[in-house]
């Protein structure tokens, strides 16, 4: 048996919390750990400060560790930190670090960190850096990690070089390749070198859907034996995701095989994912997923499968309830598999309290294992605490949804003036210790996931009081329109040949420079045309959009075939226009000069003739 809890305040200037949690430093010091201790952490201005300390079981033996973290905030420039940790299990060693992340004037974004750690038997560092970058229609990633191998008692001397790159051109179509190379130079252990290679691309020809395909080509060298051991690997991955307003479908398919490896067990694997997520107004949503792999390892076939089924729907503005049921299956001797379920009861309390009863049962079919029951019961709710009393000190908080789904966004960030908030697992942010007045909110796109924009026009103004203001952000797959300017020539001879013989305008040929305007629900956007015609608008938030051509950008003595277009987006599609233009037809009329002559009135005498001003041609 086994029982958690977490005890968590949190204030304006501080959070303090007591019971089974997760503590995180740096990727060199302590990229995660959990366990059963205290925690606290508290902000002055830029400069912020945080310790804990955990007891964890580790390979069966209780282990404690103590650490603490300073950093400082350079406006929206970037943060640098000091990362301290002290651990005791078998033996006692230490850990500290400084890092970095910073944006550069650019526009990249650069990380590092030093690390350094002293055993009772060993000391050693290790280095880290990041670089990473996009600007239309390109972008990368360069990643480098160096640790020596008595860092933290590790066994290995390993040094690592992963370099990515993703482009995209105008189109549906996107390229992405990576390559990566890691070392092991620990010559008295097992010096090996592996490189890695993946290229790939995605296609989104179809409204809704998108097509992808990667092949990733492995290579592990043994260079400690002689003759050197080569395992040399093909990996084949297709992956299909079709997303609509109320459903999302995703299949894919992986198989992969071991060449120039006599020596080695021979291995060959074959994945099948398939995920299909379903919302109904009437029956909540609804969510499916399946996962088949096929190994086999020393001629002996081991199939294994996991399947998914889920359930939620929200019964009123309080009220939610949800379930999930989970299968394994597996021909191992040592493991046949297991079946799970589990029900949750979510309350949502006036004063802004939350409630959560979750009923777990899972049987394993595996002999020995006695079935298992665990019942969890969460509470939160918002209470004073005498701590300081601040006057005319606003906050703003609220949550970034999906708009379609309507699921949490987390790990969003957003930045308001010097201050950065990030959304936590169900998609909550806050910016606390406001002065009243207005403020401008913005969401970093960066942080979004690919293809995806606020719906909101950024940034966003918001006034704030000296109580809290609840602002919620969605977000949704961006659109976008793109397309060519096509001017024409008009054939002569098309008099001649007749109209069902030729075409009356020839020679299309793309016209740059033409300045494009779409007004749609973000405001107003502009496009200009290149050298070539094509033109292609900025990520569009989903809704109706009006393009216009405008008439003072046309050639003298031409017309638009249709100068406006009104277009209705949804998320994620890319609407493709032509927009023609043709020359003006010229009908030239003759009119022939001379002389009027009029008979004599019988009256008076007889006037002398007038002679017409010559009018000449007449063109229309």
């Known amino acids: 048996d086994r029982d958690e809890y977490l005890v968590k305040v949190t204030a304006p200037d501080y959070t303090a919390a007591l019971g089974k949690q997760f503590f995180s430093l740096s990727p060199l010091t302590e990229a995660s750990k959990q366990g059963t201790g205290a925690s606290v952490s508290t902000d002055f201005g830029n400069l912020s400060f945080s310790a804990f300390a955990l007891d964890n079981l580790l390979e069966m033996q209780n282990e404690s560790r103590f650490g603490?973290?300073?950093?400082?905030?350079?406006?929206?420039?970037?943060?640098?930190?000091?990362?301290?940790?002290?651990?005791?299990?078998?033996?006692?060693?230490?850990?500290?670090?400084?890092?970095?992340?910073?944006?550069?004037?650019?526009?990249?974004?650069?990380?590092?960190?030093?690390?350094?750690?002293?055993?009772?038997?060993?000391?050693?560092?290790?280095?880290?850096?990041?670089?990473?970058?996009?600007?239309?229609?390109?972008?990368?990633?360069?990643?480098?990690?160096?640790?020596?191998?008595?860092?933290?008692?590790?066994?290995?001397?390993?040094?690592?070089?992963?370099?990515?790159?993703?482009?995209?051109?105008?189109?549906?179509?996107?390229?992405?390749?990576?390559?990566?190379?890691?070392?092991?130079?620990?010559?008295?252990?097992?010096?090996d070198s592996l490189r890695s290679t993946q290229f790939g691309f995605s296609w989104a020809g179809f409204d809704h859907t998108l097509f992808s395909a990667d092949i990733v080509k492995t290579l592990n060298e043994d260079r400690g034996s002689d003759p050197v051991e080569r395992l040399e690997r093909e990996t084949y991955r297709f992956a299909l995701v079709r997303d609509t307003p109320s459903a999302e479908f995703k299949l894919s398919y992986e198989f992969g095989n071991a060449l120039n490896a006599d020596s080695l067990p021979r291995s060959f694997s074959e994945r099948i994912n398939a995920r299909l997520d379903v919302a109904s107004v009437v029956l909540g949503n609804l969510g499916a997923s399946l996962v088949y792999c096929f190994r086999d390892y020393q001629d002996t076939k081991a199939p294994y499968s996991d399947v998914t089924l889920a359930w939620e729907r929200e019964l009123n503005g309080r009220l939610g309830l949800s379930a999930r049921y989970r299968t394994v299956n597996s021909n191992r001797s040592y493991y046949l598999g297991s079946d799970n379920l589990s029900v949750t009861l979510d309350v949502a309390f006036p004063n802004q309290a939350e409630m959560a009863l979750t009923a777990e049962y899972g049987p394993h079919r595996?002999?020995?294992?006695?079935?298992?029951?665990?019942?969890?019961?969460?509470?939160?709710?918002?209470?004073?605490?005498?701590?300081?009393?601040?006057?005319?000190?606003?906050?703003?908080?609220?949550?970034?949804?999906?708009?379609?789904?309507?699921?949490?966004?987390?790990?969003?960030?957003?930045?308001?003036?010097d201050a950065v908030a990030a959304t936590d697992p169900f998609g909550r942010y806050s910016f606390h210790s406001l002065p009243p007045g207005l403020h401008r909110l913005y969401v970093d796109p960066a942080s979004l996931p690919a293809d995806y924009i606020a719906m909101?026009?950024?940034?966003?103004?918001?006034?704030?009081?000296?109580?809290?203001?609840?602002?919620?952000?969605?977000?949704?797959?961006?659109?976008?329109?793109?397309?060519?300017?096509?001017?024409?020539?008009?054939?002569?001879?098309?008099?001649?040949?007749?109209?069902?013989?030729?075409?009356?305008?020839?020679?299309?040929?793309?016209?740059?420079?033409?300045?494009?305007?779409?007004?749609?629900?973000?405001?107003?956007?502009?496009?200009?045309?290149?050298?070539?015609?094509?033109?292609?608008?900025?990520?569009?938030?989903?809704?109706?959009?009006?393009?216009?051509?405008?008439?003072?950008?046309?050639?003298?003595?031409?017309?638009?075939?249709?100068?406006?277009?009104?277009?209705?987006?949804?998320?994620?599609?890319?609407?493709?226009?032509?927009?023609?233009?043709?020359?003006?037809?010229?009908?030239?009329?003759?009119?022939?000069?001379?002389?009027?002559?009029?008979?004599?009135?019988?009256?008076?005498?007889?006037?002398?003739?007038?002679?017409?001003?010559?009018?000449?041609?007449?063109?229309?």
């Open 68 to 191: 603490g973290k300073a950093s400082y905030r350079f406006g929206d420039r970037g943060v640098a930190a000091f990362n301290l940790l002290e651990a005791a299990d078998n033996g006692r060693w230490t850990s500290g670090s400084l890092e970095g992340h910073f944006l550069l004037p650019s526009g990249n974004r650069f990380e590092w960190e030093y690390a350094s750690s002293n055993t009772s038997l060993l000391a050693d560092d290790a280095w880290y850096a990041n670089l990473g970058g996009s600007s239309d229609p390109l972008s990368y990633n360069l990643r480098y990690l160096r640790a020596g191998p008595g860092y933290r008692g590790s066994l290995e001397d390993v040094e690592q070089l992963i370099a990515s790159v993703n482009y995209v051109p105008p189109g549906p179509i996107r390229l992405r390749a990576l390559l990566g190379r890691k070392d092991n130079n620990l010559a008295r252990e097992l010096p």
């Open 366 to 417: 595996s002999t020995g294992n006695p079935e298992d029951l665990k019942v969890t019961i969460t509470f939160s709710t918002p209470f004073p605490i005498p701590v300081s009393v601040k006057r005319n000190i606003g906050r703003i908080e609220g949550k970034i949804l999906d708009a379609v789904s309507g699921k949490p966004a987390q790990d969003i960030v957003l930045r308001l003036g």
């Open 456 to 620: 909101e026009k950024m940034p966003l103004e918001v006034t704030v009081s000296d109580t809290t203001t609840e602002k919620d952000i969605r977000i949704t797959r961006a659109a976008g329109i793109t397309g060519r300017i096509v001017l024409f020539r008009f054939d002569r001879n098309y008099r001649w040949l007749g109209g069902d013989q030729g075409a009356a305008y020839i020679d299309p040929t793309g016209m740059p420079g033409v300045l494009l305007t779409a007004a749609g629900p973000a405001g107003i956007r502009r496009a200009l045309s290149g050298d070539d015609g094509n033109f292609s608008f900025p990520p569009l938030v989903p809704g109706e959009w009006k393009l216009t051509v405008p008439e003072g950008a046309l050639p003298e003595g031409h017309f638009l075939a249709k100068g406006e277009f009104d277009l209705v987006l949804e998320p994620g599609q890319q609407e493709d226009i032509i927009i023609k233009i043709f020359p003006k037809v010229r009908q030239i009329r003759f009119i022939d000069q001379g002389t009027i002559l009029e008979e004599a009135s019988p009256q008076g005498p007889q006037e002398s003739a007038v002679e017409e001003e010559p009018q000449g041609a007449e063109a229309e």
